[in-house]
Antibody
Framework: EVQLSQSGGGSVQPGGSLRLSCEASGFGFSSYAMSWVRQAPGKGLEWVSS????????FYTDSVKGRFTISRDNSKSMVFLEMSSLRAEDTAVYYCTKEPYSSVENWFDSWGQGTLVTVSS | DIQMTQSPSTLSASVGDRVTITCRAS??????LAWYQQKPGKAPKLLIY???TLQIGVPSRFSGSGSGTEFTLTISNLQPDDFATYYC????????FGQGTKLEIK
Protein backbone atom coordinates (compact mmCIF):
# COMPACT_ATOMS: atom_id res chain seq x y z
CA GLU A 1 0.00 0.00 0.00
CA VAL A 2 1.33 3.42 -0.95
CA GLN A 3 1.80 5.70 2.03
CA LEU A 4 3.03 9.29 2.12
CA SER A 5 3.73 10.51 5.63
CA GLN A 6 4.33 14.24 5.97
CA SER A 7 6.11 16.20 8.67
CA GLY A 8 7.28 19.75 9.23
CA GLY A 9 5.12 22.79 8.83
CA GLY A 10 3.84 25.06 11.55
CA SER A 11 3.78 28.79 12.12
CA VAL A 12 6.44 31.21 10.92
CA GLN A 13 6.79 34.96 10.59
CA PRO A 14 6.87 36.64 7.18
CA GLY A 15 10.33 36.34 5.69
CA GLY A 16 11.03 33.16 7.61
CA SER A 17 11.89 29.66 6.47
CA LEU A 18 10.42 26.21 6.90
CA ARG A 19 11.14 22.71 5.66
CA LEU A 20 8.50 20.14 4.80
CA SER A 21 9.32 16.44 4.61
CA CYS A 22 7.46 13.52 3.10
CA GLU A 23 8.43 9.90 3.71
CA ALA A 24 7.17 7.43 1.13
CA SER A 25 6.58 3.70 1.44
CA GLY A 26 4.89 0.91 -0.45
CA PHE A 27 6.39 1.62 -3.89
CA GLY A 28 9.73 1.95 -5.69
CA PHE A 29 10.27 5.58 -4.73
CA SER A 30 13.13 6.46 -7.09
CA SER A 31 11.05 5.49 -10.14
CA TYR A 32 8.33 8.07 -9.59
CA ALA A 33 8.01 11.81 -9.81
CA MET A 34 6.83 13.58 -6.67
CA SER A 35 5.07 16.90 -6.26
CA TRP A 36 3.79 19.37 -3.71
CA VAL A 37 0.28 20.80 -3.99
CA ARG A 38 -1.13 23.41 -1.61
CA GLN A 39 -4.54 24.62 -0.55
CA ALA A 40 -5.05 27.99 1.11
CA PRO A 41 -7.76 28.05 3.81
CA GLY A 42 -11.18 27.74 2.17
CA LYS A 43 -9.68 27.83 -1.31
CA GLY A 44 -8.92 25.46 -4.16
CA LEU A 45 -5.88 23.38 -5.02
CA GLU A 46 -2.67 24.88 -6.41
CA TRP A 47 0.35 23.03 -7.78
CA VAL A 48 3.59 24.22 -6.17
CA SER A 49 6.53 22.13 -7.32
CA SER A 50 7.53 18.80 -8.87
CA UNK A 51 10.66 16.68 -9.09
CA UNK A 52 11.19 13.84 -11.53
CA UNK A 53 12.39 10.36 -10.50
CA UNK A 54 15.94 9.29 -11.13
CA UNK A 55 18.30 12.05 -12.36
CA UNK A 56 15.87 14.57 -10.88
CA UNK A 57 14.75 17.66 -12.68
CA UNK A 58 12.78 20.28 -10.76
CA PHE A 59 9.83 22.48 -11.65
CA TYR A 60 8.10 25.33 -9.83
CA THR A 61 5.03 27.51 -10.12
CA ASP A 62 6.04 31.11 -10.82
CA SER A 63 4.99 32.47 -7.41
CA VAL A 64 7.53 30.31 -5.53
CA LYS A 65 10.47 30.34 -7.95
CA GLY A 66 13.61 31.49 -6.20
CA ARG A 67 12.05 30.99 -2.76
CA PHE A 68 11.17 27.29 -2.60
CA THR A 69 13.42 24.32 -3.34
CA ILE A 70 12.21 20.79 -3.90
CA SER A 71 14.61 17.90 -3.43
CA ARG A 72 14.56 14.17 -2.88
CA ASP A 73 16.67 11.53 -1.17
CA ASN A 74 16.00 8.29 -3.01
CA SER A 75 18.07 6.32 -0.48
CA LYS A 76 15.62 7.34 2.24
CA SER A 77 12.46 7.48 0.08
CA MET A 78 11.91 11.08 1.05
CA VAL A 79 11.00 14.31 -0.69
CA PHE A 80 11.47 17.76 0.78
CA LEU A 81 10.24 21.28 0.23
CA GLU A 82 12.51 24.00 1.58
CA MET A 83 10.57 27.24 1.83
CA SER A 84 12.23 30.60 2.44
CA SER A 85 11.21 34.26 2.26
CA LEU A 86 7.76 33.10 3.25
CA ARG A 87 4.81 35.40 2.65
CA ALA A 88 1.31 35.55 4.10
CA GLU A 89 -0.03 34.21 0.80
CA ASP A 90 1.99 31.01 1.28
CA THR A 91 -0.32 30.10 4.17
CA ALA A 92 -1.91 26.81 3.18
CA VAL A 93 -2.15 23.11 3.76
CA TYR A 94 0.66 21.53 1.77
CA TYR A 95 0.17 18.06 0.33
CA CYS A 96 2.90 15.68 -0.79
CA THR A 97 1.78 13.78 -3.87
CA LYS A 98 3.01 10.92 -6.04
CA GLU A 99 2.79 10.76 -9.82
CA PRO A 100 2.41 7.52 -11.78
CA TYR A 101 5.67 7.82 -13.78
CA SER A 102 9.26 8.99 -13.39
CA SER A 103 8.66 11.96 -15.67
CA VAL A 104 6.49 14.87 -14.55
CA GLU A 105 3.25 16.33 -15.91
CA ASN A 106 0.86 13.57 -14.85
CA TRP A 107 -2.02 13.10 -12.49
CA PHE A 108 -1.50 12.66 -8.74
CA ASP A 109 -2.38 9.11 -7.77
CA SER A 110 -1.53 9.26 -4.08
CA TRP A 111 -1.62 12.09 -1.54
CA GLY A 112 -0.13 12.64 1.89
CA GLN A 113 -2.24 13.71 4.84
CA GLY A 114 -1.33 17.38 4.44
CA THR A 115 0.52 19.75 6.75
CA LEU A 116 -0.50 23.30 7.62
CA VAL A 117 1.92 26.17 7.07
CA THR A 118 0.87 29.48 8.61
CA VAL A 119 2.79 32.65 7.79
CA SER A 120 1.80 35.44 10.14
CA SER A 121 3.34 38.09 12.33
CA ASP B 1 -0.65 29.36 -18.65
CA ILE B 2 -3.60 27.05 -19.14
CA GLN B 3 -6.69 28.08 -17.17
CA MET B 4 -9.31 25.57 -16.06
CA THR B 5 -12.90 26.66 -15.43
CA GLN B 6 -15.42 24.41 -13.71
CA SER B 7 -19.16 24.80 -13.70
CA PRO B 8 -21.24 24.99 -11.70
CA SER B 9 -19.43 26.18 -8.58
CA THR B 10 -22.13 24.64 -6.42
CA LEU B 11 -24.55 21.86 -7.27
CA SER B 12 -27.51 20.68 -5.18
CA ALA B 13 -28.77 17.16 -5.73
CA SER B 14 -30.50 14.26 -4.02
CA VAL B 15 -29.47 10.68 -3.38
CA GLY B 16 -30.17 8.66 -6.51
CA ASP B 17 -29.77 11.63 -8.89
CA ARG B 18 -27.43 11.78 -11.87
CA VAL B 19 -25.23 14.88 -11.96
CA THR B 20 -22.72 16.34 -14.39
CA ILE B 21 -19.84 18.73 -13.71
CA THR B 22 -18.15 20.52 -16.59
CA CYS B 23 -14.52 21.57 -16.87
CA ARG B 24 -13.26 23.81 -19.68
CA ALA B 25 -9.63 24.44 -20.60
CA SER B 26 -8.39 27.74 -22.02
CA UNK B 27 -6.60 25.81 -24.77
CA UNK B 28 -6.56 22.25 -26.01
CA UNK B 29 -5.17 19.74 -23.53
CA UNK B 30 -5.98 16.62 -25.57
CA UNK B 31 -7.19 14.14 -22.93
CA UNK B 32 -4.66 15.08 -20.27
CA LEU B 33 -7.23 15.66 -17.55
CA ALA B 34 -7.87 14.20 -14.10
CA TRP B 35 -10.73 14.47 -11.63
CA TYR B 36 -10.47 14.42 -7.82
CA GLN B 37 -12.91 14.23 -4.93
CA GLN B 38 -12.17 16.07 -1.69
CA LYS B 39 -14.03 15.89 1.59
CA PRO B 40 -13.62 18.51 4.35
CA GLY B 41 -10.34 18.18 6.21
CA LYS B 42 -9.13 15.36 3.96
CA ALA B 43 -6.66 15.04 1.11
CA PRO B 44 -8.09 14.85 -2.41
CA LYS B 45 -8.68 11.43 -3.89
CA LEU B 46 -8.02 10.57 -7.53
CA LEU B 47 -11.15 9.46 -9.39
CA ILE B 48 -10.34 9.61 -13.10
CA TYR B 49 -7.27 10.23 -15.26
CA UNK B 50 -6.71 10.57 -19.01
CA UNK B 51 -10.17 12.15 -19.08
CA UNK B 52 -12.07 8.86 -18.86
CA THR B 53 -9.98 6.15 -17.16
CA LEU B 54 -11.39 5.16 -13.78
CA GLN B 55 -8.82 4.83 -11.00
CA ILE B 56 -8.71 1.37 -9.42
CA GLY B 57 -11.23 1.09 -6.60
CA VAL B 58 -13.43 3.97 -7.71
CA PRO B 59 -17.10 2.99 -8.13
CA SER B 60 -18.37 2.65 -11.69
CA ARG B 61 -21.08 5.25 -11.07
CA PHE B 62 -18.30 7.80 -11.71
CA SER B 63 -17.47 8.43 -15.36
CA GLY B 64 -15.53 11.01 -17.32
CA SER B 65 -15.58 12.13 -20.91
CA GLY B 66 -14.28 14.81 -23.25
CA SER B 67 -11.16 15.89 -25.06
CA GLY B 68 -9.61 19.08 -26.30
CA THR B 69 -11.09 21.86 -24.21
CA GLU B 70 -14.34 20.49 -22.78
CA PHE B 71 -14.68 17.70 -20.25
CA THR B 72 -17.38 16.29 -18.00
CA LEU B 73 -17.54 14.26 -14.82
CA THR B 74 -20.81 12.38 -14.40
CA ILE B 75 -21.95 10.70 -11.20
CA SER B 76 -24.89 8.34 -11.62
CA ASN B 77 -27.14 7.17 -8.80
CA LEU B 78 -25.68 9.60 -6.24
CA GLN B 79 -24.82 8.02 -2.91
CA PRO B 80 -24.54 9.82 0.46
CA ASP B 81 -20.75 9.37 0.35
CA ASP B 82 -20.53 11.33 -2.92
CA PHE B 83 -21.38 14.72 -1.44
CA ALA B 84 -18.03 16.48 -1.57
CA THR B 85 -16.02 18.97 -3.62
CA TYR B 86 -14.74 17.93 -7.03
CA TYR B 87 -11.74 19.33 -8.89
CA CYS B 88 -10.50 18.89 -12.42
CA UNK B 89 -6.78 19.14 -13.19
CA UNK B 90 -4.91 19.51 -16.47
CA UNK B 91 -1.43 18.06 -16.88
CA UNK B 92 -0.81 18.89 -20.54
CA UNK B 93 1.50 21.76 -19.54
CA UNK B 94 2.61 21.69 -15.93
CA UNK B 95 -0.49 21.46 -13.74
CA UNK B 96 -3.58 23.56 -13.22
CA PHE B 97 -6.68 22.82 -11.16
CA GLY B 98 -10.20 24.06 -11.68
CA GLN B 99 -11.69 26.14 -8.89
CA GLY B 100 -13.82 23.26 -7.62
CA THR B 101 -17.47 22.25 -7.61
CA LYS B 102 -19.19 21.67 -4.29
CA LEU B 103 -21.84 18.97 -4.50
CA GLU B 104 -24.43 19.51 -1.78
CA ILE B 105 -27.43 17.55 -0.58
CA LYS B 106 -30.69 19.12 -1.73
Amino acid sequence: EVQLSQSGGGSVQPGGSLRLSCEASGFGFSSYAMSWVRQAPGKGLEWVSSISGSEPTTFYTDSVKGRFTISRDNSKSMVFLEMSSLRAEDTAVYYCTKEPYSSVENWFDSWGQGTLVTVSS
Amino acid sequence: DIQMTQSPSTLSASVGDRVTITCRASQSISYWLAWYQQKPGKAPKLLIYKASTLQIGVPSRFSGSGSGTEFTLTISNLQPDDFATYYCQQYNTYYTFGQGTKLEIK
